[in-house]
């Protein structure tokens, strides 16, 4: 079954993630697509159920101001104009805007016409609520056919409709939480205005996926690296159920994963149908990190070892046609390169692609999947919870969680402190709610009693953090009586610590790893 489409032009808006996540929770499959990338031609081709104008920087009587051509307002698909979209509706269709007097940041009460489409459904909506504002510039006059069906105390024109038309605009951000009953509109707009079923889900998504792959894929031979983290795992469950055999899936495991972990990618894996291979090359990357104790140089060497270990067992398999790479939909829109050249995922996990893997074409099978999709998908394929459910890891792994020079001693003690805070974590039910949380051991020895005698061992710290883009972080509140077992615990149960710290700086100005 195909699925119905909201296509969401780009205007620079900072929220544009967002409206696509929104989008995506009601159910209906959306693509972001920069406004100056796609023809009327195109969107007509598209033959979209309804189309989203994203906020932007601009004004729409700035010099470079991002536009559209009138006629995409005479396809007869409904549009919704958010923030500079919506003045954008307006400037083209001959209304005006105008500089605010008083600009509007943040939540504002907002009076509501309830007899519009976008609010009438929404059940338990008061005529007054709060939304969220950004703006500079406001609609002063509306463009013909419209009416004004929201107002501010220095907006008289929040929201717009022509009914006819199925045409809407409203200078909130309705994506955004603090804008109450927003969500509500979203999906107001899509399925009371556009006719949307929200019938999209993992499970009709998967069966296309699958039916996409084979169609591509043919009967060439397709090669994965195998992380173990939740988008290349997905990735591999995907493949496998697409073309099975002929999938192969190099696992390159250096040592650094948390204790258990390597052998459980393994035994996730094993019974695949699909051909599995594991490089056990920790002692490789031992032998070049013997000595380093600088952050980026252990990075260096690891993304660098990584990719010779992995050239060296793709050439034991010859040519093959396609090399799978797991991108997700946020690195796509964040190139901002929507295009069909794929996007070389430039994360430290593989310091870039192997040179020398012979292969024809790049595929990327989740680059429409969202975090949280990713995951659906992946229960929809059979994956365990816990690989579902992996907490981000980095690529490096625990060699940049022992400050300093690393060891075969230092990693087991790690490990082993780890797996302790880690089941603690879990045991209490935090193990959704803190994003992600680890053990760090600290290049710190100090002085201890233990027993009868003085000790002089390692200090271990514990470092938990909630954030949601992980580009800032805070830390998590994790109750006393549970770091209370936790030290306890690992001071008991693990060698070489007689010390343990809870680390409580936010991100920024520390960072969620310690090295
Ligand atoms: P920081 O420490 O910069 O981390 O606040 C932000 C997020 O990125 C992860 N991280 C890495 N991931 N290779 C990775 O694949 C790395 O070298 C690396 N360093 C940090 C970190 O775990 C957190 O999720």
């Known amino acids: 079954m195909e699925h119905q489409l909201c296509l969401i032009l780009n205007f620079g808006g900072q929220y544009n993630q967002l409206i696509a996540r929104r989008v995506r929770e009601c159910g209906v499959y959306c693509e972001v697509k920069p406004y100056n990338k796609i023809t009327i031609e195109e969107i007509k081709a598209l033959a979209p159920s309804g189309i989203i104008f994203t906020g932007g920087p601009n004004s729409v009587y700035g010099e470079k101001a991002p536009t559209v051509s009138r006629e995409i307002f005479e396809l007869g698909i409904p549009v919704l104009g958010i923030c500079y979209g919506s003045q954008l509706m307006a400037h083209v269709l001959g209304g005006k805007v105008s500089t605010c007097i008083t600009s509007e940041y943040g939540k504002t009460e907002t009076t509501y016409d309830k007899s519009c489409t976008l609010f009438s459904a929404i059940k338990d909506m008061p005529e007054k609520a709060v939304s969220w504002m950004s703006h500079t510039d406001f609609i002063s006059e509306l463009p013909e056919g419209f009416t004004a069906v929201a107002h501010t105390e220095h907006c008289p024109v929040a929201a717009m409709e ?64 195998l992380s173990g983290g939740v988008d290349s795992s997905v990735l591999a469950a995907l493949l496998s159920k697409a073309v099975g055999r002929q999938l192969t899936c190099i696992f390159v495991d250096h040592g650094f994963m948390r204790k258990n972990e390597g052998d459980e990618v393994e035994e996730a894996f094993r019974n695949w149908d699909i051909n599995f291979v594991r490089v056990n090359a920790k002692d490789r990357f031992m032998e070049k990190l013997n000595g380093v104790s600088d952050p980026e140089a252990k990075r260096k060497i690891i993304g660098e070892e990584f990719i010779r270990v992995f050239e060296a067992e793709a050439k034991k398999i010859g040519k093959v046609d396609y090399f799978a790479q797991g991108t997700i939909y946020p690195d796509v829109i964040e190139s901002g390169d ?52 992996r907490q981000p890891f980095p690529g490096p792994g625990l060699a940049i969680r022992i400050i300093g020079e690393i060891t075969n001693e230092k990693l087991e003690i790690l490990q082993d402190a780890d797996w302790i805070f880690r089941e603690e974590i879990a045991k209490a039910g935090l193990d959704r709610s803190i994003h992600q949380y680890f053990a760090v051991l600290t290049d710190m020895r100090s002085v201890g009693v233990m027993g009868d005698f003085r000790t002089y061992d390692y200090t271990l710290a514990l470092r938990g953090v909630t954030t949601t883009d992980f580009m800032t972080a805070d830390f998590a509140r994790i109750p006393y009586e549970v770091l209370e077992t936790c030290s306890r615990r690992i001071v008991n149960e693990v060698k070489s610590i007689n010390r343990v710290v809870y680390d409580i700086t936010t991100k920024p100005p520390a960072t969620i790893e310690w090295e």
């Open 338 to 389: 929507d295009d069909e050249a794929a996007v070389i995922k430039s994360h430290h996990n593989v310091g870039g692609l192997p040179d020398y893997v012979d292969f024809k074409e790049i595929i990327e099978p989740l680059r429409m999947l969202f975090k949280d999709e990713t995951r659906k998908l992946g229960q929809e394929l059979g994956l365990s919870e816990t690989l579902v459910w």
């Open 162 to 225: 022509n009914k006819e038309k199925k045409l809407y605009a409203v200078q909130f951000h309705p994506e955004v939480n603090h804008t109450e009953y927003g969500l509500g509109m979203i999906d107001s707009f899509l399925k009371n205005v556009c006719g949307c079923t929200g019938d999209w889900t993992m499970e009709n998504y998967a069966e296309t996926a699958i039916r996409d792959i084979r169609k591509k894929v043919g009967d060439g031979k397709v090669l994965l690296a």
